[in-house]
């Protein structure tokens, strides 16, 4: 199993980035996304359901970033609008079994080497 992580890269505040993990040995339930900035602890960014219909978001990207998946290519997505630069992390790809739930906010089983976001003012 392994979940592969692309897309980071250096943008100024205000741009836009998209985040792609593509998953491979098994489908997952559910999806995620994590970051870790420098000096700090892991946190939360983004998950999402098998069907899509469900997602949470942290407070601190609501309305910003939309997570997303295509089943076909066993690919999650997380498209970052507006970007600042407290955003600037590593961010982490993440995939359970299990079906989503308020369990997500806190950790996922399998995780992906992460990428990194840097964005500059």
């Known amino acids: 199993v392994q979940l592969q992580a692309s897309g980071g890269g250096l943008v100024q505040a205000g741009d836009s980035l998209r985040l792609s993990c593509a998953a491979s040995?098994?489908?997952?339930?559910?999806m995620g996304w994590f970051r870790q900035a420098p000096g700090k602890e892991r946190e939360f960014v983004a998950a999402?359901?098998?069907?899509?219909?469900?997602?949470y978001y942290a407070d601190s990207v609501k309305g910003r970033f939309s997570i997303s998946r295509d089943h076909a290519k066993n690919t999650e997505y997380l498209q970052m609008n507006s970007l600042k630069p407290e955003d600037t992390a590593v961010y982490y790809c993440?995939?359970?079994?299990?079906?989503?739930?308020?369990?997500?906010?806190?950790?996922?089983?399998?995780w992906g080497k992460g990428t990194l976001v840097t964005v500059s003012s």
């Open positions: 993440a995939a359970d079994t299990r079906p989503l739930g308020g369990w997500a906010r806190s950790k996922m089983d399998y």
């Open positions: 040995g098994r489908t997952f339930s559910s």
């Open positions: 999402i359901s098998r069907s899509g219909d469900t997602t």
